[in-house]
T-cell receptor
Framework: AQSVAQPEDQVNVAEGNPLTVKCTYS??????LFWYVQYPNRGLQFLLK??????LVKGSYGFEAEFNKSQTSFHLKKPSALVSDSALYFC?????????????FGAGTRLAVHP | NAGVTQTPKFQVLKTGQSMTLQCAQD?????MSWYRQDPGMGLRLIHY???????DQGEVPNGYNVSRSTTEDFPLRLLSAAPSQTSVYFC?????????????????FGPGTRLLVL
């Protein structure tokens, strides 16, 4: 069965420090991986995705993610965190078994950036 | 483009009542879906559609009904509300998946409907 795990419920970072939000996946076939961000009382916003190609994917708001096939990971990173990055972050993988666009989401990681 | 819109933003129901959550998109997307978001559980797929007249069940379909009469609209119906359906509901849309990837498979989400069932 395909799945996504976000091992940390919350990540705390000081403003200006680098941040990492972890994601591991289990999928049959080539993984199609996504990161979304949810600000309070808002819908999910697309940040970036990995389909194929370079293992380092750059996305919106200065975020990037590194695809690591051997470790089945797709960690979200940012070199210098901002207080405004505080939000709920979701990793997702496309469910190939469905044949369509179904996404399987992780439970989410709350990022708190402190001044 | 308005993107994906949802109404209402917030609703309170009594157990046993029925209601319809509205979802519309103006991006001519074939794929539309409904998720529910519960604390600590991420988003779970309720129903989805790959085009007008075609719907299918997701992970947690019980107690919900959908139809897709037009490309733009994908309403979600709660047949007889239960407290377990208290949640935040998100509608999303995208183009259809194409092997090798592209931009069409990125899903865009509406702002959500917060539902409380008493």
């Amino acid at each position: 069965a395909q799945s996504v795990a976000q091992p940390e419920d919350q990540v705390n970072v000081a403003e200006g420090n680098p941040l990492t939000v972890k994601c591991t996946y289990s999928v049959s076939g080539n993984p199609y991986l996504f990161w979304y961000v949810q600000y309070p009382n808002r819908g999910l916003q697309f940040l970036l995705k990995y389909i194929t190609g370079d293992n380092l994917v750059k996305g919106s708001y200065g975020f990037e993610a590194e695809f690591n096939k051997s470790q089945t990971s797709f960690h979200l990173k940012k070199p210098s965190a901002l207080v405004s990055d505080s939000a709920l972050y979701f990793c997702a993988v496309r469910d190939h078994a469905g044949g369509y666009n179904k996404l399987i989401f992780g439970a989410g990681t709350r990022l708190a950036v402190h001044p | 483009n308005a993107g994906v819109t949802q109404t209402p933003k917030f609703q309170v129901l009594k157990t046993g009542q029925s209601m319809t959550l509205q979802c519309a998109q103006d991006m001519n997307h074939e794929y539309m879906s409904w998720y529910r978001q519960d604390p600590g559980m991420g988003l779970r797929l309720i129903h989805y559609s790959v085009g007008a007249g075609i719907t299918d069940q997701g992970e947690v379909p019980n107690g919900y009904n959908v139809s897709r009469s037009t490309t733009e609209d994908f309403p979600l119906r709660l047949l007889s509300a239960a407290p377990s359906q208290t949640s935040v509901y998100f509608c999303a849309s995208s183009g259809l998946f194409v092997a090798g990837g592209g931009n069409q498979e990125t899903q865009y989400f509406g702002p959500g409907t917060r539902l409380l069932v008493l």
